[in-house]
C-alpha cells in the first residue's frame, strides 16, 4: 500500500540554524499539507500546497517557514532560523483531490528538537 | 468554528472488553469527522471518516463510529479489545469553508491489559 514517507525521524540542531524536513507524498497525490504537534498539545495545521503554491496557511506559518516541491517526489517544509519553541513533531499529508470526503494521509513525522 | 472534544486522555481496558473512545464537536453546519490512530514511532493512520452519508461508519480493525447529530457526539467503538489496539486515538474535524484544513482533538490513549 502506498505511503507517505518521512526524513529524518528525528533531528537535532542548535537554535539559529536552518533544518529542511523532507516528505514523499504519495505519487499521485496533489495536494500536500504540513502539521505539527507540540509536545503534549494537539495536532496543528501549518500548510497546504497545490500546484506549486501555497493554498492556505495558518497563522503559525510566519516568514521563517518556506514549502517546496523542487523536483516530482519531493516536498520540503524548511525552517530558516530555529527557535527553541519550534521543537516538536512534524507531520507530512497528502491527498488524492480535495473535498470533505478526502482522506489525508500522514507520514511517521520527524522529531525536531532546537537546542 | 468547528471543534472536537475527546473527553478522556486516557483509557484502560482488558483485552476482550469493549471500547469507547468519546468525541464530541462542535460545527455549524454537517460536518466532516475522522478517527486517526497512531501507534509509537509510526504515522497518523486512518480508521474511518464520516460525510454524510451513513451515520454508522465501519472502520479498520473492527472499529466503528457513530454519527449523533443530536448528540453532536462521533464516538469510536470496538465490541472486542486487542493488544494491538494500544495507541493514541484522535478524532478529527475538517474546517468549515473552503479548506482542506484538519482539526484535531488532544487525543485518547488507549491501553488494553491483557
Known amino acids: 500500500e502506498p505511503e507517505v514517507t518521512q526524513t529524518p525521524s528525528h533531528q537535532v540542531t542548535q537554535m539559529g540554524q536552518e533544518v529542511i524536513l523532507r516528505c514523499v507524498p504519495i505519487?499521485?497525490?496533489?495536494?500536500f499539507y504540513w502539521y505539527r504537534q507540540i509536545l503534549g498539545q494537539k495536532v496543528e495545521f501549518l500548510v497546504s500546497?497545490?500546484?506549486?503554491?501555497?493554498?492556505?496557511k495558518s497563522e503559525i506559518f510566519d516568514d521563517q517557514f518556506s514549502v517546496e516541491r523542487p523536483d516530482g517526489s519531493n516536498f520540503t517544509l524548511k525552517i530558516r532560523s530555529t527557535k527553541l519553541e519550534d521543537s516538536a513533531m512534524y507531520f507530512c499529508a497528502s491527498s488524492g483531490d480535495r473535498g470533505r470526503s478526502e482522506t489525508q494521509y500522514f507520514g511517521p513525522g520527524t522529531r525536531l528538537l532546537v537546542l | 468554528a468547528q471543534s472536537v472534544t475527546q473527553l478522556d486522555s486516557h483509557v484502560s481496558v482488558s483485552e476482550g472488553t469493549p471500547v469507547l473512545l468519546r468525541c464530541n464537536y462542535s460545527s455549524s453546519y454537517s460536518p466532516s469527522l475522522f478517527w486517526y490512530v497512531q501507534h509509537p514511532n509510526k504515522g497518523l493512520q486512518l480508521l474511518l471518516k464520516?460525510?454524510?452519508?451513513?451515520?454508522l461508519v465501519k472502520g479498520i480493525n473492527g472499529f466503528e463510529a457513530e454519527f449523533k447529530k443530536s448528540e453532536t457526539s462521533f464516538h469510536l467503538t470496538k465490541p472486542s479489545a486487542h493488544m494491538s489496539d494500544a495507541a493514541e486515538y484522535f478524532c478529527?474535524?475538517?474546517?468549515?469553508?473552503?479548506?482542506?484544513?484538519?482539526?484535531f482533538g488532544t487525543g485518547t490513549r488507549l491501553q488494553v491489559f491483557p
Open positions: 478529527v474535524v475538517r474546517s468549515q469553508g473552503n479548506t482542506d484544513k484538519l482539526i
Open positions: 505519487s499521485n497525490h496533489l495536494y
Open positions: 464520516y460525510t454524510s452519508a451513513a451515520t
Open positions: 500546497f497545490y500546484n506549486n503554491e501555497i493554498s492556505e
